[in-house]
């Protein structure tokens, strides 16, 4: 409808925006079916929701004011629930100071090895969780370079 090329789609999300960007890459009932997403970009990721409610000052501050308390609600929220190998191409993304963020990183990748899904990942160092939106865009940022070459790879079906 949208005139979409579904093999050049790629989703990207910063913080609660990668969450959503991986949710709908690895929870099919949110896309239709016809809709692949050939790439996913998650910058610095909220991957479990389950795990930023067992830190009481980041669910009061962050999850309380848009979910019920609710564990069952955070299960199904959760992108890292939903991992399967899916054939979108996928570059994971933190900061150096990241609020322990660089967690659903690193589990993100091992789940999605443990499906033997490849997944490229990265750290920009001297970067904390809100600068790194900050400088995306800007021509001397390292993130900017790499997500520009990552959509460029998966546009032209490379690696």
Sequence with gaps: ELGLDGARLVLAGHSAGAHLAALLTFDAS????????????GLSGVYSLEAVASRRWM????????????PEVYRTGSPLNYVRAVPARIWLSNVEVDWGLYRHTAWMR???????????TSTQPERHHLDQME???????????????????????SS
Excluded: I, M, S, Y
């Design 59 to 70: 669910r009061a501050n962050l999850l309380d004011a848009a979910f019920p308390h609710d």
């Design 30 to 41: 949110w896309l239709p079916a016809e809709v692949e997403v050939a790439g996913l970009v």
């Design 110 to 120: 091992e789940a999605l090895e443990a499906v033997g899904k490849e997944v490229e």
């Design 135 to 157: 400088h995306l865009g800007r021509a001397d940022d390292e993130t900017t370079r790499r997500f520009v070459e990552f959509c460029r790879r998966v546009a032209e079906g």
